[in-house]
T-cell receptor, first 111, second 115 residues
């Protein structure tokens, strides 16, 4: 099972960009890299996912290293509502479904 | 359409009692997951259902835990003879097909407190 390493916590100011790193050096070649976030007292919600190429959506961008051993979630302009715990999850299919969720990165956003 | 729902939202029980937690996934989703989250911790995988395949029970912590999914839809997680260490938020998620690109949609969770 692929294991991830993320910083325990990060801090940002409102309206500034935030780069959240994740190391997943044991990721399988067919695993996608998913990012979720968990707001206080809520279940996790999907943010973005990718395989090899960088990805953008309305919430964030995902930059994936060429060797796929790490990735970075980019919030272009942090808002107070972005304060949450962010998880990166290597996700496979079929029998490889025992998804390993680490402790994630707790992001604080200062006004 | 409706998202994933779970019931009850909160459950307080006494040590040794059995509890049942219910999950209603998004209609049409073939994959269903149960996780638990202890205070200040990440999510711990419990069990995974995919269509008619045998469930992946590899995350269940003991034989006091069991889960079933009836008719490929609603799922029930049962904890027998509850212990204080079972206190946690139990989260259910569903996804369309269980593929590597699937998005998991989570319910609000059931907060279980064992006294």
């Amino acid at each position: 099972d692929a294991k991830t390493t993320q910083p325990n916590s990060m801090e940002s100011n409102e309206e500034e960009p935030v780069h959240l790193p994740c190391n997943h050096s044991t990721i399988s070649g067919t695993d996608y890299i998913h990012w979720y976030r968990q707001l206080p007292s809520q279940g996790p919600e999907y943010v973005i996912h990718g395989l090899t190429s960088n990805v953008n959506n309305r919430m964030a961008s995902l930059a994936i290293a060429e060797d796929r051993k790490s990735s970075t979630l980019i919030l272009h302009r942090a808002t107070l509502r972005d304060a949450a715990v962010y998880y990166c999850i290597p996700q496979g299919a079929g029998n490889n479904r025992k998804l390993i969720w680490g402790l994630g990165t707790s992001l604080a956003v200062n006004p | 359409g409706a998202g994933v729902s779970q019931s009850p939202s909160n459950k307080v029980t006494e040590k040794g009692k059995d509890v049942e937690l219910r999950c209603d996934p998004i209609s049409g989703h073939t994959a269903l997951y149960w996780y638990r989250q202890s205070l200040g911790q990440g999510l711990e995988f419990l069990i995974y259902f995919q269509g008619n395949s045998a469930p992946d029970k590899s995350g269940l912590p003991s034989d006091r835990f069991s889960a079933e999914r009836t008719g490929g839809s609603v799922s029930t997680l049962t904890i027998q003879r509850t212990q204080q260490e079972d206190s946690a938020v139990y989260l259910c998620a569903s996804s369309a097909m269980g593929t590597s690109t699937d998005t998991q949609y989570f319910g609000p969770g059931t907060r279980l407190t064992v006294l």
